[in-house]
């Protein structure tokens, strides 16, 4: 009997352990499951309105 027999015949815990852990692939995710949808908000124009103290916040402190 060669050592690669005795080793194929008589798995040890370490390798059950491992087999038991790593077996089997995890189940498929569906593309559907990863995205997340909201639906769009309609733009605010007065948040893009230039305003002359909103510049010298920004720039000047």
């Known amino acids: 009997m060669t050592q690669a027999e005795r080793t194929e015949k008589a798995p ?3 390798e ?3 087999r038991a852990r ?3 692939l995890p189940e498929r995710i ?3 499951d990863t ?3 909201q639906p769009a908000t ?3 124009p007065a948040r893009d309105a230039y ?3 909103d510049w010298l916040v920004r ?3």
């Open 16 to 18: 059950a352990a491992r």
């Open 51 to 53: 305003s002359a103290d």
């Open 35 to 37: 995205v997340e949808e």
């Open 22 to 24: 790593f077996g089997a």
């Open 42 to 44: 309609v733009p605010d």
């Open 12 to 14: 040890d815990a370490a």
């Open 30 to 32: 569906r593309v559907e």
């Open 59 to 61: 720039n000047c402190l």
